[in-house]
Each structure stands twice: as C-alpha cells, then as structure tokens.
C-alpha cells in the first residue's frame, strides 16, 4: 500500500509539474510549429505526371509449335523466334528504362539537362521554371557551380542519371501485368511531357531493335538459304523466314510497340509535394515533446 501511494503521489507531481510548465510547452509547440511553418512554405511545390499502361503481346499462334520444332536451327542461327520472346520482352524494356545508358540519352536527346539539374522551383501560375543562379547562369548560359573533383562545373553522366531516378519512378504489378510510368517534377506541364517522351522513346528503342534483328535474321536466313539443296531444311527456313517477316511487319505497323496507353497522363492540378498541413503538425508536436521530454528530465533530477 505504501508503494502504491508512492508511485501515486509520484504520478501526480509528475502531472502537477507539467501542468505547471504548461506554458512553456504550447510556447515551444507553438515555436517548432512557426518553424515548421518557414520550412514549409520554402518548399517548391511538386506535380506527378502518371500514364498507365499495358505491355502488347504478340500473337502467337503456331508459332509455339514452330518455336519448338525449329528451336535448334534458329538457335545456331543466333534468331529469335516469337514465344522467346514474349514474357520477358517487357522486363528487358522496363530494366532499359532504369539503366543509366538510356537516361543519359534521353536526357541529352531532350536537352532536359538544365531544367533537370539547376531548375529549383516553378512560378505559381505560369509554372515557369525558376533556376538556381548558383548552379546556372540564365544569362551567359553556364554552368557556375563550384563542386570539388572528380565532379566538374558540368553535371556528370552519373549525376544527371542520379537526379533523373529522384524524379522519374517505373513501377510493374506482375499480377494484373500492368507497367505505369510518372514523372515529378515543378512544373506539372513539364512532368506530362517528360513522361509522354519516356514512353515514346521506350517504345521506339524497343522497335527498332526488333527491326534491326528481323532484317538481319532475314537476310542471314535468305544467304544460308541459297547454299541449302534439303527440301525438308529448305522448308524450315522459310518459315523462319516467315516468322522473322511478321516481325519485321508488326515492328513497322505499330508505333506503341511495348508499351500500350491504358491511361494517359494528364497535366495535375493539385501539388504531390509538400504536405504542408503535416509538416506543420508534425513540427508542433515535436516541439510539445521535446519540451515534455525536458521537463521531465529536470524534474526526475531534482527529485531523486
């Protein structure tokens, strides 16, 4: 019972102390809360540019019985034949869009360096990009950011492919198959076209190396052909041959070659970023915590 009044009347100062410091912890939460409100405000705002989108499969048809049949003479011939290249065809393209080799040529195709690595925020109803000064002169047009080696005033490959993945995000659900593709960046009218060129480019790499590799399966197929006198061998290489065609068809037929748009992106009219409600929040909290935290600790000192 002695313990219990104890640990009662030690509960109560505790409270009784608190409330007696009650002032200092809304005067601290409210501090951390203005605080929180500067950082806040001096956040530029984001805008995500989404497109949804499904990967196109190729009809396949017989081909799975002609992959299967004829898998051992394409092989020789270094020549894909179409079910080996079906599932995997959009990992392979979603790795592509990831890899530092195709961001850096996106990026420099684009001329998206400067906006990507000195633009610092938008104007509120233009959303006009606003430039860091200490990184690029708008005026000279160069690069005057003072950076320690091995990085020069000139942003490195890696560091524009750096940037570009804080911005540029791929996602892929394996269960409904769908990949969709989102840009955040200042400028909402920015981060749709961005993401719309992403896309185009994606599926014109995609293209062109099929084309590429159908034309020259094709071409190695008809040269091997005219040294082939076996009527049954003679057969099998025309319809590789056939096969590699209907490649080569549906590489130049179909502009939206491994991506197809299910949702296309739409310029935001709402911020992503900052949440500036709860960082406020967050801020006044921290700061009536931290003052509890050091009464607390001052009053257990006195006391024991």
Known sequence: MLTTTSDEISLAQVWAELFRRKILIIVSGFVCAAVAVAIALSLPNMYTAKVLTVPKTDDQGALGGLASSLGGIAGMAGIKLGKSRGPDKTLIAIEILKSQRFINQFVEKHNLVVPLMAAKASTPNTFELIYDEDIYNTVTKK????????????????????????????????????????????????????VGLILEDINEEMRQDDISEAQASINYLNETLSKVNNTSIQASFYQLIEDQTNILMLANSRKEYIFKTISPAIVPEKKSKPNRILIVLAGGIIGGFLSVCWILIRFFNRTL
Not at 143 to 161: F, G, H, L, N
Not at 166 to 176: H, I, S
Not at 181 to 189: A, G, H, N, Q, V
């Open 143 to 194: 690069w005057v950011r003072e950076v320690k080696p091995p990085k020069t005033v000139e942003p490195t490959p890696r560091e524009i492919y750096d940037r570009f993945l804080e911005v540029f995000e791929v996602n892929f659900d394996p269960k409904d198959g769908f990949v969709d593709l989102s840009i955040e960046f200042y400028s909402p009218d920015i981060a749709v076209e961005w």
